[in-house]
């Protein structure tokens, strides 16, 4: 029976760049593995953020697994709720917090200085104590935590912390329904009062990108084959839970640079011979894309190529599809993700002229420019 690999390397492409000569980190990266990939296989390039949707890896991996953002997406907090299987009911907003950095006003740090797991829950299990009667608190990994505010629905509008980096965040506190932003307003400003008694690393706790759980429709029912996926982040956790796939933990998985990945590429191949489908997640080539370094940047794709990709290719057998792309682009001169299309292979189906996995290259693939909605088509059928 046929077997499916996605291997996502979250925010790999980029723009040219000056300090490399006006090459993308792709193009200097030694990638041998995705280069045979692509040479034995089709490129194109894909637009994974629709028309009047943010930039993220929420709406990027719904796309990919083929659930219209029009219809499903109601905010990256409800879908990591999914995954801490948190309670939330139809009138409750649940939000991501993130642990932040500000100095003078400014967002430094969207991540608390990568804070570490404990000293995050332990500023969590502070924040706790002040929050307001309506809201609850939730840890999650390092700076990701879940804020889930009862009864209350509204529009609100709110700006991811990786977005405003070196800006100033009084010009993007959370606007729209007066009670929710309000509500919102007070909880960043309480925190900033707590945490910096608590931890050095995070002195503000930053909610964004609210709204409540959605009713996604099951994998399986929609494509016609089980699927299990791994990832640290919650975020794919949860699409995964929402539409009924197998979440398959793995040891060692930290959702930074420091993962391990060849426990990812092991667990993957085992979960292979009972499922049909496995969708492999890797986030650390995106958070040293949003700090801003090129060559660790070019270090993480080489090692995600090395250490992921050949051990799960050394397996190749006939039956076997694979498709490799990112999510979305986290270009290092702009430190967050943007809207551009993004560069894929696919193992499996016919042979183009590639010579390697770069975003030139895709430009150039027969496969075209596509929507992400068409991958799983391409891919499967």
Do not use: C
């Not at 929050?131 to 609850?136: C, G, H, Y």
């Not at 010009?171 to 919102?184: C, K, N």
């Not at 794709?301 to 250490?307: A, L, T, V, Y």
């Not at 292979?345 to 042979?351: L, N, P, Q, S, V």
């Amino acid at each position: 029976m046929r077997k499916y690999l996605i291997i996502i390397g979250d925010g790999m492409s980029d723009y040219p760049l000056d300090e490399l000569n006006g090459k993308t980190p792709l193009e200097i990266a030694d990638t041998p593995n995705m280069d045979f990939i692509a040479r034995n296989g089709m490129m194109g390039l894909a637009r994974t953020i629709p028309e009047g949707f943010p930039p993220g890896s929420d709406v990027a991996n719904l796309s990919i697994l083929g659930y219209d953002p029009s219809i499903y997406y109601t905010g990256r907090g409800p879908l990591e709720a999914l995954a801490e299987n948190i309670p939330a009911g139809e009138g409750d907003m649940v939000f991501r917090a993130n642990l932040v950095y500000v100095n003078d006003g400014i967002m430094i740090d969207y991540s608390g200085g990568q804070i570490s797991n404990s000293e995050a829950l332990k500023a969590i299990e502070t924040l706790k104590k002040h929050m307001p009667e309506n809201v609850d608190l939730f840890h999650g990994v390092s700076y990701r935590n879940l804020l889930v505010v009862r009864d209350t629905e509204g529009n609100v509008e709110t700006w991811p912390p990786h977005d405003i980096l070196g800006k100033r965040i009084e010009d993007h506190l959370p606007m729209g329904d007066r009670e929710i932003s309000e509500l919102l307003r007070q909880i960043i400003q309480v925190s900033s009062e707590v945490l910096p008694g608590v931890t050095e690393r995070a002195n503000m706790l930053w909610p964004w990108s609210g709204g409540t759980i959605p009713d996604l429709p099951s994998f399986r029912e929609m494509w016609g084959i089980s699927g299990g996926v791994i990832s640290a982040v919650d975020l794919i956790k949860g699409i995964a839970k929402g539409a009924g796939m197998e979440v398959i933990d793995v040891p060692g998985a930290t959702g930074y640079i420091d993962t391990d990945l060849e426990s990812k590429a092991d667990h993957a191949l085992k979960s292979l011979r009972r499922l049909d489908l496995i969708y492999v997640h890797v986030e650390g080539i995106d958070e040293v894309s949003h700090e801003g370094d090129a060559e660790a940047k070019i270090r993480a794709i080489e090692e995600f190529d090395e250490r992921l990709v050949g051990r799960l290719i050394d397996r190749i057998t006939e039956e076997m599809r694979i498709l490799i792309m990112p999510d979305h682009s986290t270009p290092v001169p702009v430190r967050t993700h943007t809207r551009d299309p993004v560069p894929f292979a696919i193992y499996g189906i016919e042979k183009d002229d590639s010579s390697a996995f770069t975003e030139r290259e895709a430009g150039k693939g027969v496969l075209g420019m596509v929507e992400a909605l068409s991958l799983l088509k391409i891919l499967i059928r």
